[in-house]
């Protein structure tokens, strides 16, 4: 299976700017590897994508992009921190949405500046976890 | 008919960590049966997936997603906390659309949850239903 | 034309759990005869495919969904309103935008509903009709 | 080339409830001849399609649908005007931003009323242009 | 390799009425080469496509669109700006994320502009970057 090959071959040759297709919860991000592994190395995502992680890559879809089960909308401003170092995201947005994210690929600076955003925030409550 | 062959040993073979797509009234959603069972094992979602279930999976699109007639936009949230364990949902959405997509799919504890959400509001009747 | 015949024959035989594909204004939505007829029989989307309704079914798109030109965004809360009998939308949605849609698919019992929710809103002026 | 000879035969032989594609920016929007020509016949739309207009059409992209270089996410107001003659956005959707569309395609109706809601709002210097 | 070839002749042949597509981080935009150069020459952006740039263009997805590893949420208002030389955004969009890609894609008269903004904002904390 010559997909199946340019699988392995993405995960276990680093090579920085090859582009990459992530498919997070049905939604397609194009990125770089570059991005995915040069701000946060230690991440789940960076380990997904380096050489010496200890990680498998995760299934790809038919059209090669890489299987996520996650949420589209929240993993959004976890790819922008990731490409320019700021967390950027529009008012509307729920910042314990983002946060969530940001626990599940391990992305430990982002995680203490939403969880300090989320402590001044006025009804922190209205968006606590149910369980 | 090779479609509908493998609906079925999807739905009647537990596989956990296997990935579907869903076709949710026109979009496509990707996540993972363990996604679908884990959590709410009670759910319609859940037994559509569970092999010893008593549903029918339902009709599958031409790319294989499973047909499901209601709101995708109200199905994010949904699915997000089916992937989490946390309610999470924008300022600007209506608590109102999430809870009827929970009713319908049966996810009960969230359920709970939104209805609490609803009756703290000032102003619920704004979206009382019609009927 | 096969595709001219496929079409004929979903609105002439009645199959309620039929999967149909709607073209609104550019964007696909996936929904069910039942959704469409059940409701609110004397519409207009549900005439178009009822056996012996007197309005012709539309063109179809290349993918076979049924091409209707109006918008897609405010038709959304439409087809919620027919899958569940509640109307629902996000509050930066334009009770207008949907009003108009509602009229024009002739949903009378959402019309007046909605009519009454912008007869009670503080500057009903900011979107009033220009012609 | 058999598209380019059914691109000027679209744009020749006026045919009103002809469906046709637009890509706007890269979102297609689909609708008919009758709504891009018929409120508004002097519009720069309008005479892109009218047998005896003075435009030449634009270019198609790879499915048909005709190019134009503006934003998507403008249009849509400018198209739902044109479909049922009623200006209608949400609440966070930028006025100005559907004004500068208004201009460009020529439709000075929807100018005008959009000038006169700029000028009675609050703050309108918040959205001065740049040059 | 065609493709290869198509993508130097673009950058090499200056054509400014040709038509090009951008897949900025998973989602594609269409615009003219006019556009991309027009406003401001000396942007990343009209340099890569400018026929004595010293700039390589970047690599094209398999439907021949060019990769930009970056957010296309707050692409939108700068594309739009080259297009029309103002800027525009909706209520909720993050001005610190348009900011962002302005300064990434160096279009510094829109730099200059959305500082100004953020400068006279009541809690510009609120966006303040990480690092």
Known sequence: DPAEEASLSVATNFAPNRWVKLNV???IYAT???TLV???PDSMLARMFLQ????????RDEQ???LIDRSPRYFEPIINYLRHGQFVCDSNVSILGVLEEARFFGIYSLVTHLEER????E????DRPLT
């Open 25 to 27: 919860g049905g939604q």
């Open 32 to 34: 770089t590897i570059d």
């Open 52 to 59: 010496d992680g200890n990680m498998v890559p995760s299934e």
């Open 118 to 121: 989320l402590g001044q925030e």
């Open 38 to 40: 040069g701000r946060e």
């Open 64 to 66: 090669g992009a890489y």
């Open 123 to 126: 009804d922190p409550q209205s």
